[in-house]
T-cell receptor
């Protein structure tokens, strides 16, 4: 079975500092990995995905993610956090080209 | 262009009643997905349509849950004999052709079963 784990329920960072939201995965075969963000009272928004190729993937709103096969990780990063980045972040893996399997989510809180 | 829309945004019903939740995908998207999100959890997959047919319904929890997409566009999720444990936010998503393409989510329907 395929799964992702987000080991941190909450991440706190000061505005202007770099941020990292962690995700590890467990798959049989090639991983197809995604990050989504959920703002209050709004739907999930796609940030970025890794299918194949370059291990550093760039996405929306200045976010990027680093795929690390040896550590089975796909951590989300941003060089300089904004207060407006405060939201709930989900890592997901695509199961056989059908369903997304989501982690439990990590709440990011950026303080000014 | 318009995104995925879902109606109603909120639905309150009594235990044992029947409910229908509607999803309008992005125009031209052939793939449509239903997920369920409980408080403090990530979305959980329910069913996936490719065109009019259910390509994967392995996430439906039991036979009280059923979904249709008769014309390959709008989809309806139907829940019979609702139970309090069915209370959750039901999310719909669509993608251009399925596979590993990104899925675009609607705002969800919050279902409360009293």
């Amino acid at each position: 079975a395929q799964s992702v784990a987000q080991p941190e329920d909450q991440v706190n960072v000061a505005e202007g500092n770099p941020l990292t939201v962690k995700c590890t995965y467990s798959v049989s075969g090639n991983p197809y990995l995604f990050w989504y963000v959920q703002y209050p009272n709004r739907g999930l928004q796609f940030l970025l995905k890794y299918i194949t190729g370059d291990n550093l993937v760039k996405g929306s709103y200045g976010f990027e993610a680093e795929f690390n096969k040896s550590q089975t990780s796909f951590h989300l990063k941003k060089p300089s956090a904004l207060v407006s980045d405060s939201a709930l972040y989900f890592c997901a893996v695509n199961q056989a080209g059908t369903a997304l399997i989501f982690g439990k989510g990590t709440t990011l809180s950026v303080s000014s | 262009g318009a995104g995925v829309s879902q109606t109603p945004s909120n639905k309150v019903t009594e235990k044992g009643k029947y409910v229908e939740l509607r999803c309008d995908p992005i125009s031209g998207h052939t793939a449509l997905y239903w997920y369920r999100q409980s408080l403090g959890q990530g979305p959980e997959f329910l069913i996936y349509f490719q065109g009019t047919g259910a390509a994967d319904d392995s996430g439906l929890p039991n036979d009280r849950f059923f979904a249709v997409r008769p014309e390959g566009s709008v989809s309806t999720l139907k829940i019979q004999r609702t139970e309090r444990g069915d209370s959750a936010v039901y999310l719909c998503a669509s993608s251009a052709s399925g596979g590993y393409n990104e899925q675009f989510f609607g705002p969800g329907t919050r279902l409360t079963v009293l």
